[in-house]
């Protein structure tokens, strides 16, 4: 049982059409004029194999080809959403992934109990609207709607997602929802968006949860003064106590796990003039890890910095955080098993991205596979995976599907 290469192929060219940058990449923002192309394609090419398609009241899309009983569906898809100038295989790849399984079952006519639903969610990427995940989180019960349908596209002033929703022609009705009643068992496949399963020549990454992580805010206030006229001793320069802080929690969190990954990668400078000396400057730890007793580890870093730092007053807030999430085992079992079938490379991984499944497990049975990213990169124009990676990976979420069809 495989899906075929010529037809992934096929699907990952025709996709890449919508939004092409003519870089090597997309911008398709969530119900953007590209997206809505996209959608008419997949809707087309599913209601051409046999599906029935639906839309629920966030636009997610559920196109059923039927079982032989009278049964939950099992789901199977991701977002075909991108970030401005992304790759061709971030979201859509679980999109494609699960269309060509499901063609595979149409055309080779095998048996299956269930009915199989290929699934796109709306707004994945938070890029247009944020937050990120939007609508998953909204079915989910993770976002309140009224206030998600009040988020404003940041391409067009004052145009609001419920807007971009009834022009989109996608709206449907909230009975459409998944629900646990409705769903078996849930399987999005994505791309890895990191270095790890190319490094290791892997070609499968059976994804057992999300990582949880920590982000928080840091403030070192200070004094403004003339750069030419303040002599050294007397000042409180807020960008160098800032540096001092990153440099020291660096220097900890290095100690500790080393499958903790952490980032500074926002930092702001006030006044930010050069004949300025710096009086306050913030700067954010995004830091994550599996595993929470790391994350705690991470936050006795943090309430370990001292309250004054080269004279410099250090505060800091906690701006969000993530609970770790861990899939479901039965189905992590089933992605390992229809991998070994196929004599493919796995190993256990955990994702550093978020991705909707995280938010579907609070009602569903849900897991993930990833397939390598060529030189970890993603979120970008030369993020990419070869058709035969892709291939590889259709085929274990075609066999996972089968597998829990006997179930
Ligand atoms: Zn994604």
């Known amino acids: 049982m495989a899906c075929s290469f010529v037809r992934m192929e096929d699907k990952i060219k025709t996709f890449s059409k919508f939004g092409d940058t003519k870089k090597g990449g997309i911008t398709r923002f969530s119900l953007s004029e590209e997206a809505l192309a996209a959608r008419a394609e997949f ?26 009983e009278d049964l939950p569906a099992i789901y199977s898809g991701s977002h075909m959403d991108s970030v401005r100038q992304g790759g061709n295989y971030d979201g859509i790849l679980g999109v ?16 299956h109990k269930h009915p199989i639903t290929v699934v796109v969610w709306t707004n994945e990427e ?12 909204v079915i989910c019960g993770k976002f309140d709607k009224a206030s998600m349908l009040a988020s404003v596209a940041k391409d067009i002033p004052g145009y609001t997602f419920g807007e971009a929703l009834e022009a989109s022609g996608y709206k449907g009705e909230e009975k459409n929802r998944i629900t646990p009643e409705k769903c078996a068992a849930l399987v999005e496949l994505h791309i ?3 270095p790890v399963l190319e490094a290791e020549n ?20 200070g004094q403004a003064g003339h750069a030419g006229t303040t002599p050294m001793p007397y000042r409180r320069d807020a960008l160098y ?28 400078c006030h006044p930010n003039i050069h004949t300025i000396i710096p009086d306050e400057v913030k700067f954010t730890l ?61 190993r256990r991984i955990y994702s550093g991205p978020g991705h909707d499944a995280q938010f579907l497990i609070d009602i569903v049975p849900a897991t993930m596979i990833f397939v390598p990213s060529i ?22 979420l075609l066999q996972t599907l089968l597998y829990i069809d006997e179930k």
Request: with cysteine.
């Open 126 to 137: 938070g890029a247009r609207f944020e937050p990120a995940m939007m609508s998953s989180g």
């Open 286 to 346: 995004d830091a994550r890890h599996q595993d929470t007793d790391v994350i705690k580890q991470v936050l006795a870093v943090i309430e370990s910095l001292p309250s004054v730092v080269e004279k410099c007053d250090l505060t800091y807030e906690k701006a969000w955080t993530r609970n770790t999430v861990a899939f479901t085992p039965e189905l992590v079992n089933l992605v390992e098993k229809s991998a070994k079938e196929y004599g493919y490379t796995n």
């Open 192 to 194: 890895e968006q990191g």
């Open 241 to 268: 106590a800032a540096a001092k802080t990153i440099q020291y929690i660096h220097d900890e969190l290095d100690k500790l796990d080393k499958k903790l990954v952490y980032t500074t990668g926002k930092i702001s």
């Open 43 to 68: 809707v087309r090419r599913m209601e051409a194999i046999g599906a029935a398609v639906v839309t629920d009241d966030m636009a997610n899309i559920y196109a059923t080809i039927p079982g032989t």
């Open 375 to 396: 030189g970890g990169h993603s979120h970008c124009e030369i993020e990419y995976t070869p058709v035969e990676s892709c291939l590889k990976g259709a085929n274990v």
């Open 96 to 111: 494609i992934s699960a269309m060509e399984a499901a063609e595979t079952i149409v055309s080779e006519k095998i048996p």
């Open 202 to 221: 892997i070609d499968i990454g059976i994804v057992e949860g999300v990582c949880g992580m920590i982000n928080y805010e840091f403030t070192l206030s």
